[in-house]
């Protein structure tokens, strides 16, 4: 089993208080399988509204982390400063929004960590350049503008990456590739995860290997991940950690459904 684990909770000044309570509520419910410290995270926070925020934190031990950075870049910029404290530990990236829902989720994940491995609990294949459809032509222009900018900043459909809403990476590794990456906007952030020098491409190129785990603990590697049951397909039956596309997914029609597996897996 790998030493030194680390979970770290994003929560930032956009999201909802229910978020955190989410949050504690299943950690506590399910029991995480590994020995580990959890960091809550807070950006953009104000100190007040942290020592209200605590009193939701009270039932569980954690280290508190006040991002310093007083603009927003994003997840990916606290996850760079968690990195660089922690740059020796193992550390399973969970945002605001995400919650685990089965036992041993964390060992689960570990089970197929290593040393140069990147693991997630859920990957795409979807492009934005190839869903990106025109929905009114009035704004034909403007679209056309956008397909190019797409097409030079990301692959066409299928465009295999792990999605970033939950993923387990050592700190040091995350660093080579976050680095000086300039996070301005969500645009930014898009290109992390799934655009044409994103996460998954850099560590792929530097043959990591790349695993998606679900709740049967089983990994899969991108070119099956479809099969894992994790996202947006067979009504995500094996999913370790829930985050809000996983739960819009379960709350669509089926027509809609079908609409997002078409996107995700073609």
Request: positive net charge; glycine residues 2%.
């Amino acid at each position: 089993m790998c030493k030194n684990i680390l979970v770290c909770f994003l929560f930032t000044e956009f999201d909802n208080t229910r978020e955190l309570i989410n949050f504690v509520k299943h950690y506590k419910k399910y029991s995480s399988g590994a020995s580990h410290k959890l960091l809550i995270c807070f950006k953009l926070i104000d100190s007040k509204k942290i020592i209200y925020l605590r009193k939701h934190l009270k039932v569980i031990d954690y280290i508190e982390f006040v991002d310093p950075s007083d603009v927003n870049d994003y997840d990916f910029g606290s996850y760079k400063r968690v990195s660089k404290l922690y740059r020796n530990y193992n550390i399973l990236f969970l945002n605001s929004h995400s919650y685990p829902i089965t036992n041993s989720w964390l060992s689960k994940l570990l089970k197929h960590f290593n040393n140069k491995t990147l693991v997630a609990t859920s990957a795409s294949y979807e492009s934005l350049y190839t869903s990106l459809k025109l929905k009114k032509f009035y704004k034909f222009f403007s679209y056309l503008v956008k397909k190019i900018h797409y097409k030079k900043n990301f692959h066409p459909f299928p465009n295999p990456h792990i999605r970033t809403a939950n993923f387990l990476i050592k700190g040091s590794d995350f660093l080579k590739f976050i680095k000086n990456k300039k996070i301005n906007n969500k645009y930014d952030a898009w290109q992390i995860e799934s655009g044409k020098n994103n996460l998954t491409i850099f560590f792929k190129q530097k043959n990591y290997k790349i695993f998606i785990v679900n709740s049967d603990g089983d990994k899969f590697t991108l070119n099956n991940c479809k099969f894992s049951e994790t996202f947006n397909y067979r009504n995500q039956k094996k999913c370790i950690i829930s985050d809000k596309h996983t739960r819009k997914y379960i709350k669509s029609s089926n027509f809609e459904k079908k609409l997002y597996e078409f996107n995700t897996w073609g």
